[in-house]
C-alpha cells in the first residue's frame, strides 16, 4: 500500500491530503455508538488516514478521539501518529486570555493532548471585532506551546486579509469548497496561495449527494431523505446552484470520468478539488460508529492517490456542466457568508 499523500502546515506539522471529518458523530447525522466509532477509527489510521478534524462543537467528538488517542498511547505497539485539528467555536463574549486559555485547555482534556497540533478558530459576526482579541491570545498561547497550527474556518477573504497583515501567522482556512460550491476560486485560492495558506475543503462530497447512489434517482426533498445534516445542507446548496436536473447531468459527467479511471464518482468529486490551487486536504465526513453507515476508505485512498490524474476530457465534460450552475459568489458571497446574514 502507498503511503497517504501529506501536505505540510507552516507550523510544520503534516497532514493527510484526506482528512477524517468528525462533525459525523456529533449525533446530527444518526445516533453514535461512542464504543463503536472508537472501534472505527481504528481501521482509518491502519489505512494511513491517520489526521481527524473535530471541533469544541462537535458533540462528543473530541471525547471519542481522546479514547481513541488514549487506547494507542497505552498499546505500545508501534502505531502511526495521529494528527487532530479542533476548532474553536466561541459564543460572542469578552474574549480575554482567560477565557480562550480556559476553552483550549477543555479540548485538551477531552481529546488527551498535552498540546493542540491545530485550532481553526470560527467566528459568528464580524461586525464583533472581538475576533482580533481573540486571535491575538490564540497567537500567544501558540509562542507559549500550547498549539502548533492556528488556522481558521470559515473566514472571508476581507479579513483573513486583516488577520495577517497585523502579523498573524495563520496555517489555513477551513472552507466548503466542492464542484457545486466553487466560490474558493473567486477570491480565496489567490490570496492563500500568495500567503502560503492551505484550504481545507469540507462539503466536497456534498455529504454523500455526489456518488452513484444518487444518480438517476429522483430528488429527495424529506426529511427522511435527506436524513443527516450534511445531506439537508448541501441539497440546499444544489438548489442555490442550479437545482436536481442540472445535478443529475453532473454525476453523469462524473459518472463518465469514473469509468475512464476505473474509481467511483467520490474519488472523481474529490480529486478534482485536491487539484484546486491552495487545496491542501480534502475533509471526508465519517460516520463513526453509526448502525448500517458505509467505510469509503478504499474511495479516500483512491483519491488522494497520485495515480489518479483527471484528464482534459474529464475537465472539460465537468465544466460543460458547472458552467451552467448559477454563481454562488454573487448568490451568497465569498467563504463562510452563509454563516452571517
Ligand atoms: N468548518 C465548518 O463549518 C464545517 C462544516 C461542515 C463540515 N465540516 C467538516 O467537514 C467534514 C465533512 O463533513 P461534510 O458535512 O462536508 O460531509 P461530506 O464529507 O461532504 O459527506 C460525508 C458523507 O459522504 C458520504 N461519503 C463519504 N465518502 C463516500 C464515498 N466514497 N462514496 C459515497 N459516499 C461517501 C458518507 O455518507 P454515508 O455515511 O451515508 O455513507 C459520509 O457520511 C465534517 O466531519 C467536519 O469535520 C466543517
Redesign the pocket.
Known amino acids: 500500500m502507498s503511503p497517504v499523500p501529506k501536505v505540510r502546515l507552516t507550523g510544520g506539522l503534516e497532514v493527510c491530503r484526506v482528512?477524517n471529518?468528525?462533525?459525523?458523530v456529533s449525533g446530527a447525522?444518526g445516533e453514535v455508538d461512542r464504543a463503536k466509532a472508537v472501534e472505527a477509527m481504528q481501521s482509518y489510521v491502519d489505512a494511513g488516514l491517520t489526521t481527524f478534524?473535530?471541533?469544541d462543537i462537535?458533540g462528543p467528538a473530541e471525547e471519542i478521539f481522546g479514547h481513541f488517542n488514549s487506547q494507542v498511547k497505552s498499546s505500545g505497539n508501534d502505531v502511526p501518529a495521529l494528527q487532530s485539528l479542533t476548532?474553536y467555536v466561541p459564543r460572542p463574549e469578552p474574549m480575554n486570555r482567560k477565557v480562550v486559555e480556559k476553552a483550549l485547555r477543555r479540548s485538551m482534556t477531552r481529546m488527551q493532548v498535552d498540546s493542540l497540533d491545530c485550532v481553526?478558530f470560527?467566528w459568528w459576526d464580524y461586525k464583533d471585532k472581538r475576533y482580533l482579541d481573540a486571535l491575538g491570545h490564540l497567537s500567544d498561547l501558540q509562542q507559549e506551546g500550547l498549539i502548533r497550527e492556528l488556522a481558521l474556518?470559515?473566514f472571508d477573504t476581507q479579513r483573513l486579509e486583516e488577520i495577517t497583515s497585523r502579523g498573524i501567522r495563520i496555517s489555513s482556512n477551513?472552507?466548503?469548497y466542492?464542484l457545486i460550491d466553487q466560490r474558493p476560486a473567486a477570491k480565496m485560492e489567490k490570496f492563500c496561495l500568495a500567503n502560503n495558506i492551505q484550504l481545507l475543503t469540507?462539503?466536497?462530497?456534498?455529504?454523500?449527494l455526489?456518488?452513484?447512489?444518487y444518480l438517476g434517482k429522483t430528488e429527495p426533498t424529506s426529511r427522511a431523505e435527506l436524513y443527516?445534516?450534511?445531506l439537508s445542507?448541501?441539497k440546499n446548496m444544489i438548489n442555490s446552484w442550479g437545482g436536481w436536473s442540472l445535478f443529475q447531468d453532473l454525476l453523469v459527467a462524473l459518472e463518465t470520468a469514473a469509468r475512464r479511471h476505473d474509481c467511483?464518482?467520490?474519488?472523481v468529486a474529490?480529486r478534482y478539488v485536491l487539484d484546486r490551487p491552495a487545496v491542501g486536504g480534502v475533509?471526508?465526513?465519517?460516520?463513526l460508529g453509526?448502525a448500517g453507515?458505509?467505510q469509503?476508505i478504499s474511495?479516500?485512498l483512491r483519491s488522494c492517490s497520485p495515480d489518479l490524474k483527471l484528464t482534459v476530457e474529464d475537465l472539460a465534460v465537468i465544466t460543460a456542466v458547472t458552467q451552467r450552475s448559477r454563481d454562488l459568489s454573487a448568490l451568497i458571497g465569498d467563504c463562510g457568508d452563509e454563516?452571517r446574514s
Do not use: F, P
Not at 455526489?210 to 447512489?213: A, D, G, I, P, V
Open positions: 482528512l471529518g468528525m462533525w459525523q447525522h478534524d473535530m471541533a462537535y476548532k481553526q470560527h474556518t470559515n477551513q472552507v466548503q466542492s469540507y462539503g466536497t462530497l456534498a455529504g454523500g455526489l456518488s452513484e447512489r443527516t445534516a450534511s445542507k448541501y467511483s464518482v467520490a474519488s474529490t475533509i471526508v465526513g465519517c460516520r453509526v453507515a458505509g469509503h474511495d479516500s454563516y
